[in-house]
C-alpha cells in the first residue's frame, strides 16, 4: 500500500480543520480577556477566557501536530488521532447540551475521526513499516 487510503487522508484532513478552527477560538478567547473590562469579579473572567485560550492552543497544536505525521507515523499517530476525536466528541457533546445546536459539528466530526481511525484500511497504513 504506497498510497494513503481516502479514509486517512480523511481524518487528516478533518484534524487540520479542527487544529485551524482551535487556533481561531483560542484567538478569539485572547482578544475577549484583552478588551474585557475587569469588575467585581473580571480578574476571574479574564482568568478563564486565557484559560481557556491555553487548553485550545494545546489542543490545536496536537492536531496540527497528529495531522502532519500521517504520511510516515506509526501506530502511536493512529492512536493520537483517536484521543483527538474522542476528546473533541466529548467536548463538543458538553458544549450541545449547555448550549446550543452549533456544537453538533463539533460531535459529528469528533466521532468521524474516531471511527475512521478504527477502521481496518487505517490499522493497515499505520501498521506499514516506515524508512
Same mark, same amino acid.
Given at each position: 500500500?504506497?498510497?494513503?487510503? %481516502? #479514509? /486517512?487522508?480523511?481524518?487528516?484532513?478533518? $484534524?487540520? @480543520? +479542527?487544529?485551524? &478552527?482551535?487556533?481561531? *477560538? =483560542?484567538?478569539?478567547?485572547?482578544?475577549?480577556?484583552?478588551?474585557?473590562?475587569?469588575?467585581?469579579? %473580571? #480578574? /476571574?473572567?479574564?482568568?478563564?477566557?486565557? $484559560?481557556? @485560550? +491555553?487548553?485550545? &492552543?494545546?489542543?490545536? *497544536? =496536537?492536531?496540527?501536530?497528529?495531522?502532519?505525521?500521517?504520511?510516515?507515523?506509526?501506530?502511536?499517530?493512529?492512536?493520537?488521532?483517536?484521543?483527538?476525536?474522542? $476528546?473533541?466528541? +466529548?467536548?463538543?457533546?458538553?458544549?450541545?447540551? =449547555?448550549?446550543?445546536?452549533?456544537?453538533?459539528?463539533?460531535?459529528?466530526?469528533?466521532?468521524?475521526?474516531?471511527?475512521?481511525?478504527?477502521?481496518?484500511?487505517?490499522?493497515?497504513?499505520?501498521?506499514?513499516?516506515?524508512?
Amino acid at each position: 500500500m504506497s498510497q494513503m487510503p %481516502g #479514509t /486517512v487522508r480523511s481524518v487528516r484532513a478533518m $484534524l487540520l @480543520a +479542527v487544529g485551524a &478552527g482551535s487556533v481561531v *477560538a =483560542a484567538l478569539g478567547f485572547v482578544v475577549a480577556a484583552a478588551t474585557f473590562e475587569t469588575g467585581a469579579l %473580571g #480578574t /476571574v473572567v479574564v482568568g478563564f477566557f486565557l $484559560l481557556a @485560550a +491555553v487548553l485550545l &492552543g494545546a489542543f490545536a *497544536a =496536537a492536531s496540527i501536530v497528529i495531522a502532519s505525521k500521517f504520511a510516515d507515523g506509526g501506530n502511536g499517530v493512529r492512536i493520537g488521532a483517536v484521543v483527538v476525536g474522542s $476528546l473533541l466528541t +466529548v467536548g463538543s457533546a458538553t458544549g450541545l447540551m =449547555a448550549h446550543s445546536g452549533a456544537w453538533g459539528f463539533g460531535v459529528v466530526v469528533g466521532l468521524l475521526v474516531t471511527i475512521l481511525s478504527t477502521r481496518e484500511d487505517t490499522r493497515d497504513w499505520f501498521g506499514l513499516p516506515r524508512r
